[in-house]
């Protein structure tokens, strides 16, 4: 059955909030608050989580590259303690160094201020003029000294078999006796010059 109040409001007996409902609306709030509190900590929590997770993606890819460039680094590394032994082992079996006797060469060249090549032939074996087995190396120069006089190319090649350099290292001297022709340079103001071969040669160790 349904009760209706007809007294005015102001005569009305105040009516209080039952204290289940009480109770039940507070309970209510308190667990609104804590569902706010839970997702707000939930969602700071997958926040730092999604940053560390940025983080350590840049971080990976950042190892990645320095793991890239050390492979690479490994990898010239490799080659180039390859090419080491290479030169090691170069160095180990050959006599001599080019380099080193046509720039002992050239001192004597740049002296002859009246001697001139025209030709020059290094190579690791027995000059065109000899063909010894018994040689390793040689030197071949073809060679103009001006003028007509012998003078000048015997200067010239008594500083070859002077150099000690070149003496050590081409053992074998140079070709005896000299073969030379004199022929007309009318371009130049000597108009005559004295063409010779010269041959180094170095002797192969038995």
Not at 8 to 16: A, G, L, Y
Request: proline share 3%.
């Amino acid at each position: 059955m349904i009760r209706i109040n007809l007294l005015p409001e102001e005569r009305r007996r105040k009516e209080k909030t039952p204290l289940p409902r009480f109770l039940a609306m507070n309970a209510a709030i308190i667990i609104c608050l804590l569902m706010g509190i839970w997702n707000g900590s939930m969602y700071l929590g997958i926040k730092q989580q999604t940053d560390k997770l940025r983080t350590d993606r840049g971080n990976l890819t950042d190892l990645q590259k320095q793991t890239s460039e050390y492979s690479k680094m490994q990898a010239k590394e490799q080659k180039l303690s390859e090419w080491n032994k290479a030169a090691l082992q170069i160095k180990e079996t050959r006599e001599f160094y080019w380099w080193e006797k046509i720039d002992e060469l050239w001192d004597v060249i740049y002296g002859a201020h009246d001697v001139w090549i025209t030709s020059l032939v290094a190579a690791e074996s027995a000059p065109s003029s000899a063909r010894s087995k018994k040689v390793s190396a040689s030197i071949s120069m073809g060679c103009y000294a001006a003028g007509m006089s012998s003078e000048k190319m015997t200067s010239f090649r008594g500083k070859l078999k002077g150099h000690q350099g070149l003496k050590e290292t081409f053992n074998l001297g140079i070709n005896e006796p000299p073969q030379f022709t004199v022929v007309a340079q009318p371009q130049y103001k000597e108009e005559f010059a004295v063409k010779f071969d010269i041959d180094l040669a170095k002797e192969k160790k038995q």
